[in-house]
């Protein structure tokens, strides 16, 4: 499987933020994300750059199920780049997460442009959509970026996999205040999202980042019942690799 690196944190984000969690983050993403702000995604080495050399490359799922079993930690995020783009690869690894921990817990972090069947072996699909705020305006990604960001179809079908009980999905909005909230309504009405399980993080990949827009994302959180997630990570390391 394509890696970019392995590492045992803290889940910074979301419901379950704070929890210990052994991370298997892959490379490569379909989306090149550049916020209003400038700033690229937080994990620009998995797709603006995917072939940096410190990206750990091509790892057989065996070594990722032993490297995960050092810590005994019962969380495991997997994240990336897009975990989705590699279908095959991911089932078996979800499969061999379980067959090595029965009790494991697994949350998929996701960008929803694809889905697959198999998603009902994860314990939380973190559904990240990515809005308008994310287009890479006047750069050679801009049209690739914004015909493949969403997949409508995608998303219903992760939408029902909570409706129907096979799992648990959040969906979590990086959050820039530039017509953003028209766009998350619009989600949230065309698949039904209850306004408990959405999340909006503020966008920013720096402290002072954060500080500057998390003020407004609260507001937003409080006028129209959504969750705020900070980003615990960033706050406690800044972006750095490895936490």
Same mark, same amino acid.
């Given at each position: 499987?394509?890696?970019?690196?392995?590492?045992?944190?803290?889940?910074?984000?979301?419901?379950?933020?704070?929890?210990?969690?052994?991370?298997?983050?892959?490379?490569?993403?379909?989306?090149?994300?550049?916020?209003?702000?400038?700033?690229?995604?937080?994990?620009?080495?998995?797709?603006?750059?995917?072939?940096?050399?410190?990206?750990?490359?091509?790892? /057989?799922?065996?070594?990722?199920?032993? =490297?995960?079993? !050092?810590?005994?930690?019962? #969380? *495991?995020? &997997? $994240?990336?780049?897009?975990?989705?783009?590699?279908? /095959?690869?991911?089932?078996?690894?979800? =499969?061999?997460? !379980?067959?090595?921990?029965? #009790? *494991?817990? &697994? $949350?998929?972090?996701?960008?929803?442009?694809?889905?697959?069947?198999?998603?009902?072996?994860?314990?939380?699909?973190?559904?990240?959509?990515?809005?308008?705020?994310?287009?890479?305006?006047?750069?050679?990604?801009?049209?690739?970026?914004?015909?493949?960001?969403?997949?409508?179809?995608?998303?219903?079908?992760?939408?029902?996999?909570?409706?129907?009980?096979?799992?648990?999905?959040?969906?979590?909005?990086?959050?820039?205040?530039?017509?953003?909230?028209?766009?998350?309504?619009?989600?949230?009405?065309?698949?039904?999202?209850?306004?408990?399980?959405?999340?909006?993080?503020?966008?920013?990949?720096?402290?002072?980042?954060?500080?500057?827009?998390?003020?407004?994302?609260?507001?937003?959180?409080?006028?129209?019942?959504?969750?705020?997630?900070?980003?615990?990570?960033?706050?406690?390391?800044?972006?750095?690799?490895?936490?």
């Amino acid at each position: 499987m394509k890696i970019s690196e392995l590492f045992y944190s803290i889940q910074g984000e979301g419901k379950r933020a704070g929890t210990p969690s052994f991370f298997i983050r892959t490379n490569y993403c379909n989306l090149r994300c550049q916020f209003t702000s400038g700033n690229l995604c937080d994990t620009p080495y998995t797709s603006w750059f995917p072939d940096n050399d410190d990206n750990i490359g091509d790892v /057989h799922i065996s070594d990722i199920i032993h =490297e995960y079993a !050092k810590y005994k930690c019962k #969380d *495991v995020v &997997i $994240t990336g780049g897009e975990p989705t783009m590699f279908p /095959h690869e991911l089932k078996f690894l979800i =499969e061999s997460l !379980k067959a090595e921990n029965p #009790d *494991v817990f &697994i $949350t998929l972090e996701t960008n929803g442009t694809y889905y697959s069947d198999f998603l009902t072996m994860i314990d939380l699909i973190s559904v990240s959509p990515k809005l308008k705020s994310s287009i890479p305006y006047k750069t050679s990604y801009e049209k690739m970026h914004e015909k493949s960001r969403v997949n409508a179809e995608a998303l219903y079908r992760i939408s029902l996999l909570k409706k129907n009980n096979f799992t648990d999905v959040q969906w979590k909005f990086v959050y820039t205040g530039n017509g953003d909230l028209e766009e998350i309504m619009m989600i949230k009405s065309d698949l039904q999202i209850p306004a408990s399980d959405i999340y909006l993080m503020p966008e920013g990949i720096s402290k002072q980042d954060l500080d500057q827009t998390r003020l407004m994302t609260i507001e937003a959180c409080i006028k129209n019942g959504f969750n705020f997630s900070d980003r615990l990570h960033i706050l406690a390391w800044g972006n750095q690799r490895g936490v």
